[in-house]
């Protein structure tokens, strides 16, 4: 009797019950069923050992299967405990299957392969995704960095066309005979091959374009430690009275500052939470004035101060304030606002006043 579906007969003869499987192939030995065991022995942990190949099978809610290979030289699968193995995931399509079925059903089976043995090892459980740093560095291969994390910069478009801006405006060096583009450039190029070569070559790439980092013994080549050393110069030569403080621009000029603190817990939740060639601001919201930061400074060091107007340099950029609302929604919240951290900064610049000598004298 055919089946008018397909090309072959009907099935008239399914095995139904565990009573017809035994009929039809015979109980298994007890030496069989002694393999069964309930952890890892020496045996197995051997096997392991000599494995360059495991198929992982797990299932969604619904029971769809699926059945992902993983493979690396012999003994890149970890025994941790006699109940407990660590599976590196390294670099693939990124469809995630096995993960996705994970979430939703624990359950998991895996055969491990070793070349021209006749045996496999089978072992049954249950399986979590985890991401600890500890793990990841025993289980990297050849001393390969299964993830990068690259320190970029909001040099990277100068002159933002929105503002506060987010993380995917267009790059841009506009001129690349002006010096002031230089540094921009460095990142650009070094995010376009972090990203490029990331793809495939690490198992996460995530960039971070922090804004105007500060905070004790942050260095001396930025804005803040800059306006502090040059009105303590400036108070001593002008004497008495306000004193006369020139600044490139109108003042009207506007940066964010970001407290290092706030750097560190930014960067701390990309690295948790960041997604594969993902791009975050870190920084804050609060959009400052420059001449009105000079104000500030000179306040915390009990100056009165005149601003003096002078030029910009070609390239220079009227505003700069990130969207931050990309780290925001992953649990990144900035603490330090520029009044509670510039205090203890100018302080410690005007108390270390020496250190940017020996700084210019080493180098």
Known sequence: ????????????????????IENAIGKPSRKVLAKVLNGLDEICRAFIARSPFVVVASSDAAGNLDVSPKGDPPGFVHVLDNRTIAIPERPGNRRADTFRNVLQN???????????????LRISGTARIVRDAWLRERLKVADRVPELALASSSEVYQTPPIVPTPENVPLCVPDVLNPRYSYGGSK??????AFNYGRAGFDRVVV????????????????????????KKEARQQGNGVVRFRIQGSGRETRSFCH????VQGVMV???????????????SEEVAIGDLAHRIAGTMSLEIELISTSTLAGSTPRRCPDISKLVGLGYQPRVQLNEGLPPTVRWYCENEQLAGQLQARI
């Open 1 to 20: 009797m055919e089946n008018p579906a397909t090309s072959y007969p009907a099935i008239l003869e399914a095995i139904s019950t565990e009573t017809e």
């Open 106 to 120: 624990p359950k998991v089976g895996l055969i491990f392969v070793v070349p021209d043995k006749g045996e496999t």
């Open 188 to 193: 650009l190029a070094a995010e376009l091959i």
């Open 208 to 231: 971070f374009r922090p804004h105007n980092v500060y905070g004790p013994d942050m260095g001396f080549e930025h804005v803040i430690p800059q306006f502090t050393l040059r009105l």
């Open 260 to 263: 290092i603190s706030d750097l």
């Open 270 to 284: 990309m690295r948790s939470r960041g997604e594969h060639l993902g791009i975050y601001h870190i920084g804050t």
